[in-house]
C-alpha cells in the first residue's frame, strides 16, 4: 500500500531532484528527517546487496529509527532514475502513521523485513550463508557464560584449508568461491547439530564446541582434518583439500571469547609451521610466539629497503681431490635493534607472510652478481647453489625470471645451481617436472635437498631432472655410531648413484663422518669440518687460496 500524498503533502518539508545514480540517503545515526519517494525509483541496499527498488510512495530511511547502529552496515539509498524525494519531520511522520492505521501496518511489515534482512547480512557470511566473525564471537561469548555455569569445557577450533591460494591462482577465484561452499557444506555435515560451523574470511573457518572434555574436542579436530578423503569439484576439476586447525579450550586458554579465538589462531600458526594437514593446541610458548612473528613481520617488511640483508657463501668440495666445486649462498639478516636474526627464524615467516618472492629474487641477483664477479677476476670455475623456495616453485614463468637475472647480471647458466627441498618439489610434482626441465634447459644444475625428510613418491623422484642430491644433516649428525642414520645414508647414497646422480653431504663436522662418507662413495661434502658459511671477502680469498688465479 502508498502514502496517500493528497494527505501526505501537507506534511512535507521539501522536495528535491537526485539524478540518476546519486545517494538519496545513508543510514547514519538516528535523525530527526525521513524521505519519501515522490516520482521515480531508488534502491535501498546494504553494502553490496539490493534490498528492494522502492517507488512512488515508498518511505526510505526508516531503518534508522529502529536501528540506531544500521550505520555499521554501509546501509543507504540509491536514485535508480531522476527520482524526486520528499523529506519529513518524524515526529509528522509518527503523527500520520497513528492517523492512518492501514498504512502504519503496511510500514511495520516493510520496516521488519528489511531490518530482518540487514540483520542476517550483518551476521552472516555472504557466500556460504555461515555465521561470520561477529556472530562467532557473540556465540563463542554465550558458550564461555554457560560453561562458566555449569562447569564444562568449550572448545574452540580454527581451520585454515591449506595451499588456497594455489586454487586462486591457477582456477580463478570462482572456483576459489565454489569450492569454499562445497567444502562449507562438507564440514558443517560432520559435526553435530549445536556445534557452531563460521567462516572467518578468505579461507578459514571456525567451530565452537560445548560440553566436551578436551580429548574429545582434539578427536573431533582429528575427525575434520582426516574427513577429506575425496576431492571437491569447482570450475569442472576435482579438487583435493587439506585442513591445517588450531586448537584452544575453556578454561585453561582463556575466559573470554577474544582470548580463546586469539589463541587458536596461534595454536593454527604453530600448526602451519608443522607442515600442512596439521592439528595444534595453544599453549602459553604459542602466544609468545605468535606475539614474535607478528614483530618479526613487521620488520622484514622494510628489511630490503634498508638493506638489512647480506649473503654469507658456504664453500663444498670434492672429496677426492679436495677442490672446492661450488658455494652455497646463504641469506642472513641483521637487524638494528634484534641484531642478527637466525635464518631458520626469519625465513619460514617471510615464506608465511608471502615476502619470499621478492626477497628470494634479490637473493638470486646478489648471489649471481657476486659469483660473476669472482669468475671475472679469474678465479678458476666452480658453481654458485642459490636455494629456491616453495613459494617460487609456484610460478609458472620461473625460467624467465631466472633467465632475466641471468642476462641482467651477466652470469653463464652453466655457473649456477638451484636447490629445492624434497617438501617443494612433492607440494606439486607435475607442475615442479615441467618447471624444472625448463629450468635445466638453460643448463642451469638442479640440486634436491634435505632428501629423506619428507616421503617423495619414487615414481615422481625418477622424472624429476636432477643432477645431484644433497643428504640431509640430520642423517650425517648420526654417522658413523648410529645404525639407523649410517643405514639411511648408505641407502640414499646408492639411490642416487642408481638415478645417475652426484651425491653431496652436508652438515659434515668429523673426520670420522668424512671416512663413513668417503668409504661409501659419496662425492661431495658441505660442512663446517671443510668450512664454515663465510662472508664475501673471506669466501674470495679461500676460494683463491683453493682454485687458484692468475697473478
Not at 168 to 180: C, K, P, R, T
Not at 212 to 223: P, V
Amino acid at each position: 500500500m502508498r502514502f496517500d500524498f493528497t494527505t501526505v503533502l501537507s506534511g512535507l518539508d521539501l522536495a528535491e531532484i537526485k539524478p540518476a545514480g546519486s545517494s538519496i540517503f545513508e543510514m547514519g545515526a538516528l535523525g530527526e528527517v525521513l524521505y519519501i519517494v515522490k516520482s521515480g525509483q531508488a534502491e535501498i541496499r546494504v553494502g553490496d546487496l539490493v534490498l528492494e527498488t522502492a517507488g512512488e510512495g515508498d518511505l526510505l530511511g526508516e531503518m534508522a529509527i529502529l536501528d540506531e547502529q544500521v550505520h555499521q552496515r554501509s546501509a543507504s539509498a540509491i536514485a535508480l532514475t531522476d527520482c524526486e524525494v520528499v523529506a519529513m519531520n518524524r515526529q509528522r511522520f509518527l503523527e500520520l502513521l497513528r492517523a492512518n492505521p492501514e498504512v502504519g501496518l503496511e510500514v511495520s511489515k516493510l520496516m521488519v523485513r528489511r531490518l530482518r534482512s540487514t540483520t542476517f547480512l550483518s551476521h552472516h557470511d555472504r557466500l556460504t550463508q555461515l555465521p561470520n566473525r561477529a556472530l562467532l564471537s557473540e556465540s563463542c561469548d554465550t558458550a564461555v557464560k554457560r560453561a562458566m555455569r555449569r562447569g564444562t569445557t568449550v572448545g574452540v577450533l580454527i581451520a585454515d584449508v591449506d595451499n588456497f591460494g594455489k586454487i586462486n591462482e591457477s582456477l580463478g577465484y570462482q572456483a576459489g568461491d565454489e569450492l569454499l561452499l562445497e567444502l562449507s557444506k562438507h564440514l558443517r555435515g560432520q559435526l553435530h547439530e549445536l556445534d557452531v560451523l563460521a567462516r572467518l574470511g578468505a579461507n578459514q573457518f571456525a567451530v565452537i564446541l560445548e560440553d566436551q572434555t578436551s580429548s574429545q574436542i582434539a578427536a573431533a579436530a582429528e575427525h575434520l582434518r582426516t574427513s577429506l578423503v575425496r576431492p571437491f569439484s569447482a570450475a569442472n576439476h576435482d579438487i583435493y583439500v587439506s585442513l591445517s586447525i588450531g586448537i584452544s579450550c575453556y578454561p585453561q586458554d582463556g575466559a573470554t571469547a577474544a582470548k580463546l579465538i586469539a589463541n587458536a589462531s596461534a595454536a593454527l600458526y604453530a600448526a602451519k609451521e608443522q607442515g600442512r594437514n596439521r592439528c595444534s593446541y595453544f599453549s602459553p610458548e604459542l602466544h609468545t610466539l605468535a606475539v614474535e612473528t607478528f614483530t618479526l613481520q613487521n620488520y622484514l617488511r622494510s628489511a630490503l629497503e634498508r638493506n638489512e640483508f647480506f649473503m654469507n657463501y658456504q664453500p663444498r668440495a670434492d672429496l677426492s681431490s679436495g677442490r672446492i666445486t661450488a658455494v652455497e649462498a646463504l641469506l642472513r639478516w641483521r637487524h638494528p635493534e634484534l641484531g642478527l636474526v637466525p635464518p631458520g627464524k626469519f625465513i619460514p615467516i617471510a615464506e608465511q607472510a608471502g615476502m619470499i618472492d621478492e626477497i628470494g629474487e634479490w637473493v638470486l641477483r646478489t648471489s649471481c652478481a657476486q659469483q660473476k664477479t669472482w669468475l671475472a677476476s679469474g678465479i678458476s670455475p666452480f658453481r654458485m647453489a642459490v636455494n629456491l623456495s616453495a613459494r617460487q616453485l609456484r610460478h609458472i614463468d620461473l625460467k624467465d625470471r631466472v633467465a632475466a637475472i641471468l642476462a641482467e647480471t651477466g652470469l653463464d647458466a652453466d655457473s649456477l645451481e638451484l636447490e629445492i627441498t624434497e617438501s617443494a618439489v612433492m607440494e606439486d610434482p607435475a607442475r615442479t617436472v615441467f618447471l624444472l626441465k625448463e629450468l635445466r634447459s638453460l643448463g642451469i644444475g638442479i640440486a634436491l635437498d634435505d632428501f629423506g625428510t619428507q616421503y617423495s613418491s619414487l615414481g615422481y623422484l625418477k622424472q624429476f631432472p636432477l643432477d645431484y642430491m644433497k643428504i640431509d644433516q640430520c642423517f650425517v649428525r648420526g654417522i658413523p655410531t648410529s645404525n639407523d642414520d649410517s643405514a639411511i645414508t648408505k641407502t640414499i647414497i646408492t639411490l642416487a648413484k642408481n638415478l645417475r646422480l652426484r651425491v653431496i653431504a652436508e652438515g659434515v663436522e668429523t673426520q670420522e663422518q668424512m671416512a663413513f662418507l668417503v668409504e661409501h662413495g659419496c662425492e661431495e661434502v658441505q660442512g663446517y669440518l671443510f668450512s664454515r658459511p663465510l662472508a664475501g671477502d673471506a669466501a674470495e680469498a679461500m676460494l683463491i687460496a683453493n682454485l687458484g688465479k692468475p697473478a
